[in-house]
């Protein structure tokens, strides 16, 4: 059996005959608030629990309804439960800071709408190159199939980008809004009846048609 060489150091130590340099992990630092920051703030530990304000003359039950419908705590329900990387949040909080960005669309600023088809709009185009080259990956392999599916989702991406984009434009210039009157199209013959209170069937020719009776007697 073969055995590697060692030699030996200056200290005693053997050491093999290749060595690699071994990369030591570097170890961040917690932050630490400077004293011009003021005091420390302790942090509670975040709640589940969802508090339910009861108006006057409420009973428990319908607050308890009326508050799981608000569009808000449904929204930070979701968040709460899918959001693993964020760690553990505060019910309560998220349902503030939601019904604050409702607030301020409401009053007129969609500001954070904007901010979020901006980011929307590069996390797709990121998934479109991203999908694009696992599918060139997969055809040059020969995997067509995998490479046609890949490619089919690409492309299905590159269409919500572009919906995305359009979503933000109609956002910051939206259209003007005209109000026509009447309008009348058609490829063929059109008859059009502007007179009030009058039924289109008086006008029309079958109309004066009157139906034979087969119950009257014949007068010869």
Known sequence: MRTARRKMTASGHRRSRATQPVATPVRTKALVPSA???PPVQSTPP????TVHL???EALESATARTMLRPTVRAAQMIAQFDHDAGELDLNSLVTRLGEQVSAVQAGDLGRAEEMLVAHAHTLDM???LLVRRSVRNLDAGHAEAGDAYMRFALRTQSQCRATLETLAVVKNPPSVSFVRQANIANGPQQVNNRRGVS???HSPRAKIRKPNYCEKRVQ
């Open 36 to 38: 011009a920051a003021g």
């Open 47 to 50: 709640s589940k629990a969802l």
């Open 55 to 57: 108006e006057p003359g």
């Open 127 to 129: 998934l479109f190159h």
């Open 200 to 202: 289109p069937r008086l």
